[in-house]
């Protein structure tokens, strides 16, 4: 080795492991957990001021835009909903995120590029819900198990027209049971995860979610509390950087698109996303118990455009984690939700919607430096990485 090799080696070892500077993070314990506070985020990421209203703080402008509320969990990243793992909290007037919000939300979502191992996608592992005795949710229109497995033949066609392979878990009207179809994810590298469902829940639930996998040690928010099992580590939180991207590319993706309530990304333990080594992610597309949701879900032009907008998705977290993008080349299906008198599909009046009506493509062209969730940052320059459980390291 060279001597200006070693030396140029040296530097980059003594750059990476770099212990925290003091003026980087300042915990704040609270209840026992770890927090940061929102004026430490905002020098951090370089966001300005910190604006205070009430209980709302507000962090950064333009196209990096952080929303949240002290003593609650919704949080806003450019209008998208996220559903922190911890409630914000605050102290000495000042308002706080926890620690694990930063590092396994916060940070991935506004630094995709510096996911350690992020692997480049070729391949997609589509899982439609449910299947042969197992019918999933229903509404007066249809099934959830066909509505999903017409999804995913949709979104394989869109995929395999960009060049990806792509794997249906079931291709049929048949039942796979949650352990084959992880064992199934399991073979493939290169590849991610991403697993269709429509929900069900009392008539006025409406929207959109996606689930991603629970950080070691969070609870699930679709259990009861938390449990002890929630301290053990599954196999998919390797990748819980990737996760979170990629249910934030998915989220943005489709809520920009579908008008539907945006009822944010949230934490969950599902076997399909908790016992794969790939990233992953699950949807659930809409309600299929509410009135508004069922019909749209009925209609082939809004499960065209979920396939449109898993394979965006796809394309998105791909630029946004690896160097090498694929071109993204098909259109977006100009659609016009209708139902069956031909009167135009509009999004639910009862005001649960009023405080997300996310429009991503709406907002300003982003820079490299000042990227919107739904079109993920395209990749710096830098080599530095994030360490999974500790807190952001600044730009280069
Ligand atoms: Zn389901």
């Given at each position: 080795?060279?001597?200006?090799?070693?030396?140029?080696?040296?530097?980059?070892?003594?750059?990476?492991?770099?212990?925290?500077?003091?003026?980087?993070?300042?915990?704040?314990?609270?209840?026992?957990?770890?927090?940061?506070?929102?004026?430490?985020?905002?020098?951090?990421?370089?966001?300005?001021?910190?604006?205070?209203?009430?209980?709302?703080?507000?962090?950064?402008?333009?196209?990096?835009?952080?929303?949240?509320?002290?003593?609650?969990?919704?949080?806003?990243?450019?209008?998208?909903?996220?559903?922190?793992?911890?409630?914000?909290?605050?102290?000495?007037?000042?308002?706080?995120?926890?620690?694990?919000?930063?590092?396994?939300?916060?940070?991935?979502?506004?630094?995709?590029?510096?996911?350690?191992?992020?692997?480049?996608?070729?391949?997609?592992?589509?899982?439609?819900?449910?299947?042969?005795?197992?019918?999933?949710?229903?509404?007066?229109?249809?099934?959830?198990?066909?509505?999903?497995?017409?999804?995913?033949?949709?979104?394989?066609?869109?995929?395999?027209?960009?060049?990806?392979?792509?794997?249906?878990?079931?291709?049929?009207?048949?039942?796979?049971?949650?352990?084959?179809?992880?064992?199934?994810?399991?073979?493939?590298?290169?590849?991610?995860?991403?697993?269709?469902?429509?929900?069900?829940?009392?008539?006025?639930?409406?929207?959109?979610?996606?689930?991603?996998?629970?950080?070691?040690?969070?609870?699930?928010?679709?259990?009861?509390?938390?449990?002890?099992?929630?301290?053990?580590?599954?196999k998919g939180n390797k990748r819980d950087a990737e996760n979170m991207a990629l249910a934030t590319a998915t989220h943005a993706a489709m809520v920009g698109r579908s008008r539907l309530f945006d009822r944010g990304i949230k934490?969950?333990?599902?076997?399909?996303?908790?016992?794969?080594?790939?990233?992953?992610?699950?949807?659930?597309g809409g309600f299929l118990s509410n009135s508004h949701d069922a019909k749209l879900i009925a209609s082939a032009q809004y499960r065209q455009l979920m396939a449109f907008s898993i394979a965006m998705a796809v394309n998105n977290?791909?630029?946004?984690?690896?160097?090498?993008?694929?071109?993204?080349?098909?259109?977006?299906?100009?659609?016009?939700?209708?139902?069956?008198?031909?009167?135009?599909?509009?999004?639910?009046?009862?005001?649960?919607?009023?405080?997300?009506?996310?429009?991503?493509?709406?907002?300003?062209?982003?820079?490299?430096?000042?990227?919107?969730?739904?079109?993920?940052?395209?990749?710096?320059?830098?080599?530095?990485?994030?360490?999974?459980?500790?807190?952001?390291?600044?730009?280069?």
């Open positions: 080795m060279s001597k200006i090799r070693a030396v140029a080696v040296l530097l980059l070892l003594v750059f990476l492991f770099t212990p925290l500077q003091a003026s980087d993070w300042t915990l704040v314990k609270h209840g026992g957990r770890d927090y940061v506070t929102a004026s430490n985020i905002a020098s951090f990421y370089n966001l300005g001021k910190v604006e205070r209203e009430g209980n709302t703080f507000r962090i950064g402008n333009g196209s990096r835009r952080l929303r949240g509320q002290v003593g609650g969990a919704e949080f806003y990243i450019n209008a998208l909903k996220f559903i922190l793992s911890y409630p914000a909290a605050e102290q000495n007037g000042e308002p706080m995120i926890s620690r694990m919000d930063l590092v396994k939300l916060v940070e991935p979502v506004l630094r995709p590029s510096k996911i350690r191992n992020a692997e480049p996608i070729r391949t997609v592992i589509l899982d439609a819900g449910h299947g042969g005795h197992d019918k999933g949710a229903r509404s007066i229109y249809g099934n959830e198990k066909d509505y999903t497995l017409d999804v995913v033949r949709r979104c394989k066609a869109i995929l395999e027209q960009q060049g990806y392979k792509v794997y249906l878990s079931r291709s049929g009207d048949y039942f796979v049971s949650l352990d084959d179809r992880s064992a199934f994810a399991n073979q493939f590298s290169n590849a991610m995860f991403i697993s269709v469902h429509f929900n069900s829940g009392q008539s006025l639930a409406s929207g959109l979610e996606v689930f991603t996998l629970a950080p070691r040690g969070v609870p699930s928010m679709a259990s009861d509390g938390p449990r002890m099992s929630d301290l053990v580590e599954c934490r969950a333990r599902f076997v399909v996303i908790r016992d794969i080594g790939i990233p992953g992610v699950l949807i659930e977290y791909q630029r946004a984690t690896t160097a090498n993008p694929p071109p993204f080349l098909a259109k977006a299906p100009q659609v016009q939700l209708r139902d069956e008198s031909g009167a135009e599909i509009q999004p639910p009046a009862n005001g649960e919607g009023s405080e997300a009506s996310p429009t991503p493509e709406a907002s300003p062209e982003p820079t490299v430096e000042h990227a919107a969730p739904a079109v993920i940052p395209p990749p710096e320059s830098t080599t530095e990485q994030p360490q999974p459980n500790d807190t952001p390291k600044p730009e280069a």
